[in-house]
């Protein structure tokens, strides 16, 4: 059975704070790398209604610099799915506070896979209905493969480097 975009659906706002910067007065990219993560574990879990966890994050684009000025909003939905992995977009939007400009500050595609009792289980199939949605969706074929293809580059570097 496929279940609908929208049921994997979640949301985050959050403010800025000087702990959250870096050096240059930007929000630091590990943080908002986690929050990415976190919320996208929470798309795969609620599409899955199984245990996930996070296999590779993919085409993680820092668009736009976020400052203590703006708060954040995030945004992740679980856009394609394999025999037990998921494909999760996350965007992030800034929104200046004072001003109410905003900007989509970053995008990231993360992967999960289900798992039940430590193997990896069947998750239920996608059914994208507006057109962002269809177009992401028909888009993570050639993602899915460009990450098979990366995976076995990364273990052939680990076998290599162990050689050392």
Known sequence: MKKQVKESRVY????????DLNSHGTLFGGKLLADMDMLASIAATRHSRLECV????????FLHPITE????????????TGKSSMEVFVKVTA???????QRIAATCFITFV????????TVPGIK?????????HDLARQRAQKRIDRKATSENLAHILTML
């Open 12 to 19: 985050k706002s959050s403010r800025i704070f000087p702990p």
């Open 54 to 61: 996070t296999v590779s994050m993919d085409t993680v684009e």
């Open 69 to 80: 000025e703006d708060y954040v909003h995030y945004e992740a939905f679980v856009i394609w």
């Open 95 to 101: 929104e200046q506070l004072l001003t109410g400009d």
């Open 114 to 121: 289900a798992l039940i009792d430590g193997r990896t289980a």
């Open 128 to 136: 994208p209905d507006t057109e962002g949605e269809k177009h992401l």
